[in-house]
């Protein structure tokens, strides 16, 4: 998982800083357009992204009082929040996501060392330590900052935020297996700015041979999170269909 606690906070602050940017980069009376992700406008993806900074500044309460708070009361609860969000007015909506933003800051600034260390639950009832929670809101940030569509696209996404995604996204789906099997290989360049060599290649496990499914990183997270993509090659011809990331 992410290698450092610091390292994981600074990619919140991007992720929320491009998120910023795509919000600011939309005029109010584009709020109720549709969104590539089904049945959502922007204004859906905005509540979703405000109320899951709620979510886990009740993690974050969790891992700090040790008191079981659970992210959302149940799954109907989340989607009829976001629903009910989604009728705010934009105004409304941009003053939601800035202020838990915030708010979520300062409850992840609130842990000590024990906090960090403190087994929390998330929506899909994994048990994690609250260190996993930064990482949880980065994933959130990146990938609905380009969902917007306000200018921001995965080729804004910083490179370590892509290397990770891939990671957790290859190893979540080989968990699943329950798509084609394949192998994710980017064709940037293999050296990080300090020269260390960085991963290449992200096998995901599944049915059948593994087909190969070459292109730059940006769009290989693309692919892999089932968002639009461009400019992927594969070994078989066409670019295998993924089924749903979460
Ligand atoms: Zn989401």
Excluded at 14 to 40: H, K, N
Excluded at 95 to 109: R, V
Excluded at 132 to 159: I, N, S, Y
Aim: charged share 20%; glycine share 8%.
């Amino acid at each position: 998982m992410s290698p450092t606690l610091l390292w994981s906070r600074d990619l919140v602050a991007a992720g929320t800083a491009l998120f910023q940017r795509a919000l600011d980069g939309l005029d109010d009376a584009s709020f109720a357009d549709p969104t590539a992700l089904a049945g959502w406008t922007r204004a859906h993806v905005v509540a979703h992204v405000a109320a899951n900074a709620e979510a886990l500044v009740n993690l974050a309460t969790w891992a700090r009082t040790d008191v079981e708070t659970p992210m959302y009361a149940s799954p109907e609860q989340r989607g009829a929040d976001i629903e009910k969000g989604a009728l705010l007015a934009p105004a409304r909506l941009r003053g939601w996501f800035s202020d838990s933003a915030a708010a979520l800051d300062t409850a992840l600034g609130a842990l000590d060392g024990a906090g960090w260390t403190r087994l929390v639950r998330t929506a899909q009832g994994r048990t994690v330590p609250a260190t996993e929670v930064p990482w949880m809101r980065t994933r959130e940030v990146m990938v609905h900052a380009v969902d917007l569509d306000g200018g921001v696209g995965f080729d804004d996404l910083p490179t370590e935020f892509l290397l990770e995604v891939l990671h957790d996204v290859a190893a979540k789906r080989s968990r699943s297996a329950d798509g084609p099997a394949v192998v994710l290989v980017s064709t940037d360049p293999t050296d990080s700015a300090d020269g260390t060599p960085r991963s290449t290649a992200w096998p995901v496990a599944g049915a059948g041979e593994a087909v190969h499914v070459r292109g730059p990183l940006a769009q290989l997270a693309a692919y892999a999170t089932g968002r639009e993509h461009t400019g992927l090659t594969s070994d078989r011809g066409a670019v295998p269909v993924l089924p749903p990331w979460l």
